[in-house]
Structures are given as C-alpha cells and as structure tokens.
C-alpha cells in the first residue's frame, strides 16, 4: 500500500505560479509511476502530468506543456508539480496518483492506470 498526500494548493492570481507536493508513506516510492490528474466542476478527472520511477522521463497534457514542471525526489518520497503562468481555467482540484513499476503498463495518461490516489488539493486561479 501507498500513502499520497498532496499539499501545496491555494489562491492565485491569473499569470502566477505554485508548486504541489505530493507525499507518499508506505513503500519504496522510487519503484512508482507518478501523475497528477485535475477534476474542475462539473467535469471530468483529467490527466495533467505524469512521471515515471526513476524521473527519466515524463509526460504532459498539451494544456500545460511549456507552463507546468513534474519533477520528483525520491530520497523525500515526494512528487511535485510547478505550475507557472497559471490561468483560471487551470482552477481545479488536484490529485496526485500512483502505479508500482510492476503494474505500469505505459498508459500514463489514463485514471484507470493508477492503484493509488490522494485525497487532492484546491487550486484556484483569479482573473
């Protein structure tokens, strides 16, 4: 079993930056895919970013390339996601979820790929 715990969320304003943290307890946390996902109101949960075991390589929905960062430390046991030239439509809750190496099968993009999710964190954007 893993432990995700996200922190980090808030109020900003539109064109600044944040950065979520994502704690994981219970296993070794370097043999974990990682991802954040987002669900704003009325809309579906869906993939923002996501980063594999070791940090080689990481992937991004388009809506954030070139504005968003996923980067991971595997000594802390934490993922985080830097999130710069924030928008209002960036507004949302924030999850952080978790698949072991064993169980990943590249679909990093998909809810259904994670075992693990964290309880989220508000992030609101204000025009």
Same mark, same amino acid.
């Given at each position: 079993?893993?432990?995700?715990?996200?922190?980090?969320?808030?109020?900003?304003?539109?064109?600044?930056?944040?950065?979520?943290?994502?704690?994981?307890?219970?296993?070794?946390?370097?043999?974990?895919?990682?991802?954040?996902?987002?669900?704003?109101?009325?809309?579906?949960?869906? $993939?923002? !970013? !996501?980063?594999?075991?070791?940090?080689?390589?990481?992937?991004?929905?388009?809506?954030?390339?070139?504005? $968003?960062?996923?980067?991971?430390?595997? !000594?802390?046991?934490?993922?985080?996601?830097?999130?710069?030239?924030?928008?209002?439509?960036?507004? !949302?809750?924030?999850?952080?979820?978790?698949?072991?190496?064993?169980?990943?099968?590249?679909?990093?993009?998909?809810?259904?790929?994670?075992?693990?999710?964290?309880?989220?964190?508000?992030?609101?954007?204000?025009?």
């Amino acid at each position: 079993q893993v432990q995700l715990v996200e922190s980090g969320g808030g109020l900003v304003q539109a064109g600044g930056s944040l950065r979520l943290s994502c704690a994981a307890s219970g296993r070794t946390f370097s043999s974990y895919a990682a991802g954040w996902f987002r669900q704003a109101p009325g809309k579906e949960r869906e $993939f923002v !970013a !996501a980063i594999r075991w070791s940090g080689g390589s990481t992937y991004y929905a388009d809506f954030v390339k070139g504005r $968003f960062t996923i980067s991971r430390d595997n !000594a802390k046991n934490t993922v985080y996601l830097q999130m710069n030239s924030l928008k209002p439509e960036d507004t !949302a809750v924030y999850y952080c979820a978790a698949v072991s190496r064993g169980r990943y099968m590249g679909t990093y993009y998909s809810r259904q790929a994670y075992d693990y999710w964290g309880q989220g964190t508000q992030v609101t954007v204000s025009s």
